[in-house]
């Protein structure tokens, strides 16, 4: 009861106390320590030293531990971030933003947390619907039109995936008819102990269904459009929340009807499905990075781009599934990490038009280095941990049946690169034309601090490579039916 | 009793498909509510008890009072013209429906040999979801869109009803989708999303793309 | 036999009745006295006193063309049951035959409205096979899903076999009466559809073909419509049999109670509703369509 209460009704607890304080630092405050709580919490709980035993319809396994400590490390370090960001004077209808912006983020780590923890479909479903639900006021802070554009879209466009999500689940619960499991709830435990007496024909149609009604969320190709155009407007921590884990958490739902599917025969088909999805988001990225020219937009194809690295490595299995599940990790941190830059970027520009912004390096030199160097972890250039968790990936292709995917994907991602870096580098080296910008020197902020603390801690899980995590990941795999 | 309110509801659909006006939307999303509920009261009528009455009350003052009235007041108060402003001929649009429709129930008729699922129902519900989603794609106007969402969320119903009714929880979650529908409505309400800036429909919705 | 002899006669007898009472219906809802129910009858006997002129350029088609339309209603009238009352002509298959001698006669005077050569006729005329190409499915589908469900296919034994066993049954009777009596409205040239009481000639879609028209070849013409859409209300009451028992004299009973119920229902629609434009027709009509399209689904996978 403890971790429950910790991990689950103090958050919520928190988002109540801070619609009654009006005091903003204080709001800060009690939100940064439940974050740190909650971090701490997950960690001991993912490095073992204590044995969950939670109520109702969660319950933990390796993959929600791995989950809930990416989830509740991103969520602390935005809230840390968030304070001096919402300093900043920006447009005058945002402040009434910031009156609700800790109050939603809390409620957030609350659904995001239950959706994580969740061992039952329904419960995630819910908690899933609420993790968009106290999102898209937050994509809606600034108050303008792209705003309320990017905010409707993202809500239309996931609630009809959310509907299309629990469609899914309803078919999940007729495949089961005849079965053991008919009429009981819909645990995935239980589900995945029987899945080979669920019948076929159900089971693919639930898989489908949840899969393309998740994919709205997780921003997989085609489904992806909302997706860009939230994580492009909202405010930079928000937008790195998204990246960082709220695709995540979508994604788990895909895995655990993939875990439900691994010993059915409807296996290769769920397989071929997430690689075509991979692969098409792969191939969006690839073509939007052509002639995108908002640097924000960019991160967030981006985030496509490696959501969908993801699935293809899921889809593959073997060291793909192992890569898979690091890139995880590595991904989200990164792009908390360039989120951040670019909002110090956008902060000072007041614009998101690549060529709107020209020497970086030299007006703002620490977010400029920065983001150079996020851009490099981003490109998969050793020692970030991207470049091991994809040369696992890339290995688990080659070795699978299908080595040809291992070609498609190399071409697209050398022009990702290539486009990404040509956009980049004209933000950080061109010569300034924009004479009335003010040039002060940037002051080093908790910001910056946030962000090399992110990427010492992207290049020492690579580096060190702890034992606990390699395990954790194992154990991942075994539930997943691969063997090593 | 079942198959017939099933059908009821196809013909609500098929008047959907027909009809140009927001208020015919409004008043069909309005019937849909009463026949859900009569279809969710109906099998407890031999044995009664409260429980079971709370999920049909709660349908009958979400579905039929408060939402159709709430959509009726932004109406009125932001003054949104009377045709719903399709992006497609509408004759077009029923022929796409009654398509749609004998491929969903040839479909599930095939399927519902493999497992016993109740054909009716199940074809009417995902009719109604691939209704609200045609709604959704084919007309420009949000209020209808909110109004798609509300079809392909009665459909969902419909369609629970036929397959999960051992397991009424799941049903019982399904009403949270309302949920999104009165945050669409709020939304809608409070940015004054009216025709005046002919900001109204998803033609403006355009500045965002690359 | 003798009964339907007498059916015969008294669709023969009745038929302008019906038109008069729903006008006269029609003019009490609208809150005016309104011409009397036997006025059509009066309409008739006058026409019949008249000169037939035919235009200069006309052919021969005109001059057969109401006659062979008059003849093809009659022989669809005989076909159809009054009062459970076995028809003069009965025989399997003859839903066809049904749906394809009112084919004939529509056939037949849009040949003579385009052999006159007067480009008003000629647009009547493209109207009318324009819509017509949408009503013929509303028949097939109608009428078409209960001889499926029965596995009959002669009018008379289709109505016959329908049976009240389960709710089901009865949903399908109400939606079948629904998209009958759409067919209907379009086929006679009722309201929503077409407005029988203009003259002008923009909108005008089943008039404008006999404008120019006139004496006996008029008298048939009118006599013929008014037929025809007896002939619809008989084919919508038939849906209705199975309420009683099945004997003669009760048939009979419900058979006036529906007409006169169908009468009041056509005057209401036709008071209320104003005509659609011309480029919403076709969607009216596909939608009594579709309801068929369902029937027919909806009979399949619940057999």
């Known amino acids: 009861m403890f971790e429950f209460s910790v991990l689950i009704l103090i958050p919520l607890l928190s988002a109540g106390v801070c619609y009654y304080l009006k005091n903003f630092r204080l709001q800060y405050s009690i939100s940064l320590f439940v974050s740190a709580i909650h971090l701490l919490l997950s960690l001991v709980i993912f490095i073992g030293w204590y044995k969950t035993d939670l109520p109702f319809f969660f319950s933990t396994d390796s993959l929600s531990k791995l989950f809930l400590l990416v989830l509740s490390n991103i969520y602390f370090w935005v809230v840390l971030v968030s304070f001096s960001y919402l300093k900043r004077p920006v447009t005058p209808n945002s402040e009434e933003g910031k009156k609700y912006y800790f109050l939603l983020l809390n409620f957030y780590l609350f659904a995001n947390t239950a959706a994580i923890l969740s061992n039952h479909y329904g419960m995630y479903w819910v908690a899933a619907e609420g993790t968009t639900l106290s999102v898209a006021p937050l994509i809606y802070y600034y108050r303008n039109e792209e705003a309320l554009e990017a905010m409707w879209k993202y809500l239309f466009l996931v609630s009809i995936g959310i509907a299309f999500a629990f469609i899914g689940i309803l078919f999940l619960t007729l495949s089961a008819k005849g079965t053991p499991l008919e009429g009981q709830q819909l645990f995935f435990s239980e589900f995945v102990k029987n899945a080979r007496t669920l019948n076929p024909v159900w089971l693919k149609a639930s898989f489908i269904f949840i899969f393309v009604g998740l994919s709205t969320k997780i921003g997989i190709a085609p489904m992806h459009s909302a997706d860009v155009d939230a994580t492009s407007n909202s405010p930079s921590p928000i937008a790195a929340l998204m990246s960082g884990s709220l695709r995540i958490t979508a994604l788990l739902g895909v895995m655990r009807i993939f875990q439900i599917v691994q010993p059915t025969s409807t296996y290769e088909f769920a397989k071929t499905i997430l690689i075509i999805g991979g692969l098409l988001s792969l191939l969006f990225a690839f073509i939007f990075m052509f002639k995108v020219n908002n640097y924000k937009r960019m991160l967030a194809y981006s985030s496509i781009e490696h959501l969908g690295i993801i699935t293809l490595g899921i889809g593959i299995g073997g060291l793909a599934f192992v890569g898979a599940m690091y890139h995880i990790i590595y991904n989200s941190l990164n792009k908390v990490v360039l989120f951040f830059t670019a909002g110090n970027i956008h902060y000072k520009y007041k614009t998101r038009e690549v060529d709107g912004v020209s020497s970086v390096l030299n007006i703002l030199p620490w977010s400029g280095w920065l983001l150079l160097i996020s851009f490099l972890a981003i490109s998969a250039i050793p020692p970030f941990g991207i470049f091991f968790s994809e040369l696992m990936i890339f290995e688990g292709m080659l070795f699978s049946d299908k080595p040809w995917i291992l070609a498609v994907t190399m071409f697209l991602l050398l022009f990702i690169f290539i486009n990404m870096g040509k956009t980049l580098f004209q933000m950080l080296y061109r010569k300034n034309e924009n004479e009335n910008l003010p040039v002060e020197k940037e002051r080093f902020g908790i910001i910056h601090f946030a962000t090399i603390v992110l990427l010492i801690l992207l290049i020492a899980i690579a580096v060190a490579s702890p034992n606990i995590l390699h395990e954790n990941i194992v154990n991942i795999s075994k539930d997943f039916g691969i063997k090593l | ?210 | 036999m003798i009964q339907g002899i007498i059916s015969i006669l008294i669709i023969l007898l009745l038929a302008p009745m019906f038109a008069g009472l729903v006008n006269k219906l029609k003019a009490i809802f609208t809150g005016r006295i309104g011409a009397p129910t036997i006025q059509p009858y009066y309409d008739l006997k006058r026409l019949l006193r008249k000169e037939t002129i035919n235009a200069d350029s006309s052919s021969f088609i005109s001059a057969i063309s109401p006659v062979i339309n008059f003849v093809s209603v009659v022989i669809a009238a005989a076909m159809l049951p009054i009062g459970l009352a076995r028809p003069v002509i009965s025989f399997e298959g003859d839903i066809i035959l049904f749906a394809y001698v009112l084919g004939l006669a529509r056939f037949f005077q849009i040949l003579a409205a385009m052999d006159i050569g007067s480009s008003f006729e000629g647009m009547g005329a493209a109207r009318e096979t324009t819509f017509a190409v949408f009503a013929e499915p509303i028949f097939f589908f109608t009428l078409g899903s209960i001889a499926f469900m029965s596995g009959l296919t002669s009018i008379y034994d289709i109505y016959h076999s329908i049976r009240l066993d389960n709710v089901t049954y009865i949903i399908f009777i109400i939606v079948c009466s629904t998209s009958a009596f759409i067919l209907a409205v379009t086929e006679c040239s009722r309201m929503p559809v077409d407005d029988p009481n203009t003259h002008l000639e923009l909108t005008m879609i089943h008039e404008v073909m006999i404008l120019d028209n006139s004496g006996i070849d008029l008298f048939l013409y009118q006599y013929s419509s008014y037929i025809k859409l007896f002939i619809y209300a008989i084919l919508e009451t038939s849906f209705f049999y199975p309420f009683g028992v099945k004997s003669y004299t009760v048939g009979i009973i419900i058979f006036v109670v529906v007409i006169a119920v169908l009468s009041i229902t056509l005057a209401v629609v036709e008071t209320i509703t104003s005509r659609f434009k011309m480029k919403n027709i076709p969607q009216y009509l596909l939608f009594a369509t579709a309801i068929g399209i369902l029937n027919l689904l909806i009979y399949t996978f619940t057999k």
């Open chain 2, 1 to 210: 009793m079942q198959n017939v309110l099933s059908i009821l509801f196809c013909l609500s659909l098929f008047y959907l498909a027909v009809t140009s006006r927001v208020k015919a939307y409004v008043s069909v999303l309005r019937f849909q509510g009463i026949l859900l509920t009569v279809l969710l009261v109906f099998p407890f009528i031999n044995h009664f008890s409260v429980y079971a009455f709370i999920l049909p009350a709660t349908l009958f003052v979400v579905k039929v009072i408060l939402i159709p009235r709430y959509i009726n007041k932004i109406i009125l108060d932001l003054d949104i013209k009377r045709m719903i402003e399709p992006s497609i001929q509408p004759f077009t649009f029923q022929l796409l429906v009654i398509f749609s429709m004998i491929v969903i129930f040839v479909a599930s008729n095939i399927l519902s040999k493999s497992t016993s699922i109740e054909t009716i129902p199940f074809a009417s519900g995902f009719s109604a979801i691939a209704v609200g989603i045609f709604v959704i794609i084919f007309r420009k106007k949000l209020i209808i869109h909110v109004a798609g969402f509300l079809v392909l969320e009665n459909g969902i119903f419909l369609f629970g009803t036929a397959v999960a009714s051992e397991l009424p929880m799941m049903i019982e979650i399904g009403t949270l989708l309302d949920v999104f529908v009165v945050v669409f409505l709020m939304g809608i309400a409070m940015n004054k999303i009216s025709s005046t800036l002919s900001g109204f429909d998803v033609t403006a919705l355009g500045r965002l793309k690359d």
